[in-house]
């Protein structure tokens, strides 16, 4: 079969609005399924966040490397733009939307393997579309579980929200910005492999591990960090085909605590101070409104969550494995009562009816729909980096904002992350609104791009930029676009990768 665009036959354009738009029919590489269904093309044209852009003219799902290499080959000989996916169910950021006409899906959804699991290195090889909402049964048989980000939502790819540099709850075991990845395998935008870290010997996956070879780093071939440079890219160097995870071993005692205060700042210190002894095998810090998202099922609950939590909460969640489970419980207690007590932060195993112990198990069960959209039906969210003590400044910048904006009526929530070992933080807030009052969802749009724009100006890093943050994250900056051109021109020389998706010029 020949590769490329053919112009579709005048019967066959009745095959919904999207192709009556693009009015072509695809000869797709052999061997890789070909959706053209109408209904499913503009499933991908919008997004929580992304209203309206282009229709892709088809959905191409490859079920192996193999087929991503001829893919995104065929695509470079064509001149056809490829925007990668590996999540399902409801996205958001609209960085798997299309941003120009001529483009088709790269759906990895189907790749949901588990390749390879050793409990002795703590280590899972999955593929790209193996999703929260089925991972940790995938890994359970192996004795391991996987660390994740907060309260994931089920369709949710594992390798994107790393790839996304989502922060993992886990901060006991964040080190560095591509943790928990060991080595990977990327197929780049120029038709290449390019096996990264501990993968970047000799051999296919399968003769490696026959060997006794484990992927377990994540920097390499030599002092090249391709990792790094497609984190964050949002698909637009190229994807990720599968990647060596680091996970956490079951363990055979768990139990949770809220720490809670009327001020931000020591709750930060008592954060601080655990992770310098390494105390708890997940940690974040919420306000009311965010742990009354997480807890409540309804707005009822919610409302009256709001006004029974107290202002501020360190969640801990404490954990023990198979050797002397009891003593390692009791002392991580009791150094967590003591640290309470030096910062004056009031421990407590429940607040309003709600266990610690019980919120951590919920942790564990990823849900079809963002617990952030439980309660009004849609949200928008505002998240940086910045150091932990200077987290506490940025909370008035955002409030102020939403009521000069006459919108102080909505809740606003906070949720703060210790990253690298408390080195630093994901600052993120998040504004429940109800999308069919169409007042608030129009002033909110407005005032959270000015809410932002405070924040940088205040010393917010964007390592994330999606929509109009790409600006805010660059405009102090000029040469970065410069380098980014650059890198663009060596790993995606012909553009196709989800193009016009960042400013690369």
């Known amino acids: 079969m020949g590769i490329g665009f053919e112009p579709a036959a005048p019967e066959e354009r009745n ?4 192709f009556t738009e693009n009015a072509s029919r695809l ?4 061997g890789i399924a070909c959706s053209i269904d ?10 929580g966040d992304t209203p309206q852009g282009h229709v892709p003219r088809a959905v191409l799902k490859p079920r192996s490397t193999d087929e991503i290499l001829s893919l995104i080959r065929w695509a470079n000989d064509s001149g056809t733009g490829v925007v990668p996916v590996s999540s399902t169910g409801r996205r958001r950021r609209g960085d798997t939307v299309p941003a120009r006409d001529n483009v088709v899906i790269a759906d990895l959804s189907g790749m949901n393997r588990l390749l390879h699991a050793d409990a002795r290195d ?3 090889i999955l593929e790209a579309g193996v999703d929260f909402g089925t ?3 995938l890994l359970q048989p192996h004795g391991l579980r996987a660390l994740r980000p907060l309260s994931p939502r089920a369709g949710k790819s594992v390798l994107a929200s790393f790839l996304e540099r989502e922060p993992p709850i886990n901060a006991n075991d964040h080190w560095d910005v591509a943790d928990p990845f060991g080595g990977t395998l ?9 096996p990264t870290g501990g993968a970047a010997i000799e051999g296919t996956l399968a003769e490696q591990l026959a060997r006794g070879h484990r992927q377990m780093m994540p920097i390499g071939p030599t002092n090249l960090d391709l990792l790094r440079v497609l984190q964050g890219a949002q698909g637009s160097l190229g994807l990720m085909a599968w990647a060596a995870l680091y996970c956490e071993r079951i363990p055979t005692m768990e139990r949770g605590w809220f720490a809670s205060a009327d001020a931000l700042e020591p709750v930060i210190d008592l954060a601080r101070e655990l992770l310098h002894h390494r105390i708890g095998n997940a940690l974040f810090i919420v306000d009311r409104v965010q742990l009354a998202l997480l807890l409540a099922r309804d707005a009822a609950a919610f409302n009256a969550l709001c006004g029974a939590l107290p202002a501020w909460t360190l969640f801990v969640g404490l954990s023990a494995g198979r050797q002397a489970p009891e003593e390692k419980m009791a002392w991580q207690q009791a150094d967590l009562r003591a640290g309470g007590e030096r910062h004056g932060v009031g421990l407590a195993e429940s607040l309003a009816g709600h266990t610690a112990t019980a919120l951590g198990q919920r942790l564990r069960v990823a849900e079809p729909v963002s617990f952030r959209d439980r309660v009004s039906g849609a949200h928008r969210e505002l998240f940086f980096l910045q150091q932990l003590d200077r987290a506490a400044g940025f909370v008035p910048l955002v409030r102020d904002g939403l009521t000069k904006a006459g919108l102080g009526h909505l809740p606003l929530g906070v949720y703060i992350q210790p990253m690298a070992q408390g080195v630093y933080g994901h600052i993120e807030f998040t504004l429940p609104y109800d999308p069919d009052k169409a007042d608030d969802a129009q002033r909110s749009a407005a005032a959270w791009q000015a809410a932002a724009e405070r924040c940088a100006d205040a010393g917010a890093f964007f390592s994330r930029p999606y929509g109009a943050w790409s600006d805010l994250a660059y405009r102090h900056d000029d040469g970065i676009r410069s380098m980014m051109a ?5 790993l995606d020389p012909a553009g196709v990768m989800n193009p016009n998706r960042l400013p690369y010029s």
């Open 15 to 18: 095959v919904g609005i999207a």
């Open 27 to 30: 000869h797709a590489p052999a």
């Open 38 to 47: 109408g209904a499913e093309l503009r499933s991908f044209a919008s997004d």
């Open 122 to 124: 703590k280590i899972a």
């Open 135 to 137: 991972v940790d049964d």
């Open 186 to 194: 990327l197929v780049l935008g120029n038709g290449h492999c390019a």
């Open 486 to 490: 650059l890198t663009k021109s060596i």
